[in-house]
């Protein structure tokens, strides 16, 4: 089979570094992909919607897997399946649960599936009315997709004026900004489950943990994830029997119901309350880097299962995860999350040491015999072990050997689950 996974980062080369395993698989490629993913497959030098479509009119391919969330709100899942390949990912209208907040918190309120309670606005005096009498802090929204940032926590009332001015006047997310959406804060921990879903069924994986934060201790501005662990240890089967009877399996059918039939991965965010787990944000992909930790756990050919969701026939498939504990450290440039740093050297890679670590390519690229950095997040550094702390060790001993100008890394990754 001849596949094309499109997408650029450290989640894209972790899928490569899978699919690579199966026995079915002869070529891969990847738009545009990245130092890592060019030492297993081919790169292709082209990332927009339509060169992507263009280059499948030619040359076609097997089974077509999509890694980023803006690629589905831009439809490329609808016209790769109108030129009859089999793309792994949900439609346009199926992947709205995530490009939509608002689409999201409907749904949720029209099939009772558990979130935080919320209202919805694009009137900026009605928004300012309504914060004067709801309990702090409040979470403001914008509505649309703004690059993992959007999300305001407003510990009093100015923080939140300010962030309803700054969204909705200002326009710092544009137009993702039109509308918002103010909510109740959740208290409590946050998990990250994903689902592979073939429209009707649905496979829970283990859950996973980010860590979004861009300093220790969960200090600092969001990032788009410092470093991910699988599976989360204190997360109980009953906590994952009810995210999946009370979460993903009414959402799935609601959806379905709605006419949008939901193929791809499901991944909620979710915080676990003192009454249950709540409904945080829908995301309609593969994590990054919850899928770098995923990948090294997976025991099941990840073309079957891939097929069995875009066929949905997931029913059938027997999908298994290892009984070791994954884990994984984002090294990131100096600067990210706002503007980083590029084109310093990487070295270590070759040489880089612990028990079953795996290197993730992100922001990088090759440069005859160097690889530069070429982004905010540059390595996802992965390592297995029987425990957690086995995969943290293993992890945080390999990251020694790996050095570029102003990386920066969290040494907290997983802490508070040992
Ligand atoms: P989102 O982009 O919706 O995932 O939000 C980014 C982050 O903000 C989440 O990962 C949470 O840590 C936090 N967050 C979002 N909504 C809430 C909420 N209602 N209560 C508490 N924390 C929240
Ligand atoms: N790990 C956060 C995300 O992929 O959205």
Same mark, same amino acid.
């Given at each position: 089979?001849?596949?094309?996974?499109?997408?650029?980062?450290?989640r894209e080369h972790a899928l490569v570094w899978k699919l690579r395993q199966s026995s079915k698989v002869k070529n891969i490629f990847v738009t545009p992909g990245n130092a890592g993913t060019a030492?297993?497959?081919?790169?292709?030098?082209?990332?927009?919607?339509?060169?992507?479509?263009?280059?499948?009119?030619?040359?076609?391919?097997?089974?077509?897997?999509?890694?980023? #969330?803006?690629?589905?709100?831009?439809?490329?899942?609808?016209?790769?399946?109108?030129?009859? /390949?089999?793309?792994?990912?949900? @439609?346009?209208?199926a992947s709205e649960i995530e490009w939509s907040k608002s689409f999201a918190k409907k749904l949720m309120l029209e099939e009772n599936i558990p979130t935080a309670t919320f209202q919805i606005f694009? %009137?900026?005096?009605?928004?300012?009315?309504?914060?004067?009498?709801?309990?702090?802090?409040?979470?403001?929204?914008?509505?649309?997709?703004?690059?993992?940032?959007?999300?305001?926590?407003?510990?009093?009332?100015?923080?939140?004026?300010?962030?309803?001015?700054? &969204?909705?006047?200002?326009? /710092?997310?544009? %137009?993702?900004?039109?509308?918002?959406?103010?909510?109740?804060?959740?208290?409590?921990?946050?998990?990250? /489950?994903?689902?592979?879903?073939?429209?009707?069924?649905?496979?829970?994986?283990?859950?996973?943990? *980010?860590?979004?934060?861009? !300093?220790?201790?969960?200090?600092?501005?969001?990032?788009?994830?410092?470093?991910? /662990?699988?599976?989360?240890?204190?997360?109980?089967?009953?906590?994952?029997?009810? &995210?999946?009877?009370?979460?993903?399996?009414?959402?799935?059918?609601?959806?379905?119901?709605?006419?949008?039939?939901?193929?791809?991965?499901?991944?909620?965010?979710?915080?676990?309350?003192?009454?249950?787990?709540?409904?945080?944000?829908?995301?309609?992909?593969?994590? *990054?880097?919850?899928?770098?930790?995923?990948?090294?756990?997976?025991? @099941?050919?990840?073309? %079957?299962?891939? !097929?069995?969701?875009?066929?949905?026939?997931?029913?059938?498939?027997? &999908?298994?995860?290892?009984?070791?504990?994954?884990?994984?450290?984002?090294?990131?440039?100096?600067?990210?999350?706002?503007?980083?740093?590029? #084109?310093?050297?990487?070295?270590?890679?070759?040489?880089?040491?612990?028990?079953?670590?795996?290197?993730?390519?992100?922001?990088?690229?090759?440069?005859?015999?160097?690889?530069?950095?070429?982004?905010?997040?540059?390595?996802?550094? @992965?390592?297995?072990?029987?425990?957690?702390?086995?995969?943290? @060790?293993?992890?945080?001993?390999?990251?020694?050997?790996?050095? !570029? #100008?102003?990386?920066?890394?969290?040494?907290?990754?997983?802490?508070?689950?040992?």
């Open positions: 089979m001849n596949i094309l996974v499109v997408g650029n980062g450290g030492q297993i497959a081919q790169n292709l030098d082209i990332s927009k919607t339509e060169e992507i479509i263009d280059w499948l009119k030619i040359n076609s391919a097997d089974l077509v897997v999509i890694g980023p #969330d803006n690629y589905l709100s831009e439809g490329i899942v609808d016209k790769i399946q109108e030129i009859g /390949i089999p793309v792994f990912g949900p @439609t346009k209208n694009n %009137d900026f005096n009605a928004a300012n009315l309504y914060i004067r009498n709801q309990k702090l802090p409040l979470v403001i929204k914008a509505n649309g997709l703004a690059l993992g940032k959007g999300v305001v926590i407003a510990e009093n009332l100015i923080q939140a004026e300010n962030a309803i001015k700054e &969204i909705m006047s200002n326009k /710092i997310y544009g %137009d993702a900004g039109r509308e918002i959406i103010i909510e109740e804060y959740l208290q409590g921990k946050e998990i990250s /489950i994903h689902a592979f879903c073939d429209g009707e069924n649905v496979a829970l994986f283990p859950a996973s943990q *980010d860590h979004k934060r861009i !300093f220790d201790y969960d200090k600092g501005p969001n990032t788009g994830g410092m470093g991910t /662990i699988a599976p989360v240890p204190w997360v109980t089967d009953k906590q994952m029997e009810e &995210i999946e009877e009370k979460i993903v399996l009414p959402t799935i059918e609601a959806l379905r119901k709605r006419g949008r039939i939901f193929q791809g991965i499901l991944y909620p965010g979710i915080m676990i309350t003192e009454t249950g787990p709540k409904v945080i944000e829908f995301n309609a992909r593969f994590g *990054d880097p919850e899928a770098q930790s995923y990948m090294r756990i997976l025991d @099941t050919d990840l073309v %079957d299962i891939l !097929f069995a969701c875009v066929r949905g026939n997931l029913k059938s498939e027997n &999908i298994k995860w290892s009984n070791k504990s994954a884990c994984c450290i984002t090294c990131a440039s100096r600067g990210y999350p706002s503007v980083s740093e590029k #084109d310093k050297t990487i070295n270590g890679l070759e040489t880089a040491r612990g028990i079953d670590i795996v290197i993730f390519h992100a922001g990088t690229k090759k440069e005859g015999n160097v690889t530069p950095t070429n982004g905010g997040r540059v390595l996802g550094i @992965t390592a297995t072990g029987n425990n957690l702390s086995q995969s943290l @060790t293993s992890a945080y001993e390999a990251i020694k050997s790996v050095s !570029f #100008d102003g990386m920066q890394y969290r040494k907290d990754i997983g802490a508070k689950s040992i």
